[in-house]
């Protein structure tokens, strides 16, 4: 399984647009990029998906250059209730059933 | 609305006496996974089910074991818990064979060795 780094804490302020890169040099083929957002004491929730290009839906921007050895997440005019961990996980394929979390970047929004 | 359902939501064991932790779902998934999560760190994948077949991560320790009764249940029994095995425990769900990769993960349980 590819392994992801990012950066470890982010701090933003309301309003502002907050971009995450995430670094996953040994991805595979057949690899998908993810994106999970976490709040203290619950359950990680699926943000986006990817697998090359851009891809976007109501919450975010996810953008994947062509060699696809990183992505960045993007949080269009952050609030403070974006405040959280933001976790860059990578796999498919014949891992397709198993995805393995990074360190995760903390996301501070501040007023 | 469909969802993962963790219980207890908090548990408090003693050291040593064994423990199970339940999850349930309404979205009738093939997959299910364990996770645990330690304060300040990153889910930790312990084992998953593809349907019936069990897959183990090759450093969750024997200690913990999983059972899946049907589609909608997983257990998760932990046989002599330790100091060390206080933590958050997430249950996550995930429908193969669709193109997307979201897993759906229930609010955990924590649990408190004493």
């Known amino acids: 399984l590819a392994k992801t780094t990012q950066p470890i804490s982010m701090d933003s302020y309301e309003g502002q647009e907050v971009n995450i890169t995430c670094s996953h040099n040994?991805?595979?083929?057949?690899?998908?990029i993810t994106w999970y957002q976490q709040f203290p004491s619950q359950g990680p929730r699926f943000i986006i998906q990817?697998?090359?290009t851009k891809v976007t839906n109501e919450v975010a921007s996810l953008f994947i250059p062509a060699d696809r050895k990183s992505s960045t997440l993007s949080l269009p005019r952050v609030s403070l209730s974006d405040t959280a961990v933001y976790y860059c996980?990578?796999?498919?394929?014949?891992?397709?059933?198993?995805?393995?979390f990074g360190a995760g970047t903390i996301l501070r929004v501040k007023s | 609305d469909a969802m993962v359902i963790q219980n207890p939501r908090y548990q408090v064991t003693q050291f040593g006496k064994p423990v199970t932790l339940s999850c349930s779902q309404t979205?009738?998934?093939?997959?299910m996974y364990w996770y645990q999560q330690k304060s300040s760190q990153a889910p930790k994948l312990l084992f998953h089910y593809y349907d019936k077949d069990f897959n183990n991560e090759a450093d969750t320790p024997d200690n913990f074991q999983s059972r899946r009764p049907n589609t909608s249940f997983c257990f998760l029994d932990i046989r002599s818990p330790g100091l060390g095995d206080a933590a958050m425990y997430l249950c996550a769900t995930r429908a193969s064979g669709e193109s997307s990769y979201e897993q759906y993960f229930g609010p955990g349980t924590r649990l408190t060795v004493t």
């Open positions: 996980l990578v796999g498919a394929g014949e891992y397709g059933n198993k995805l393995v």
């Open positions: 040994n991805i595979a083929t057949n690899d998908y």
């Open positions: 990817g697998y090359k």
């Open positions: 979205l009738n998934h093939n997959v």
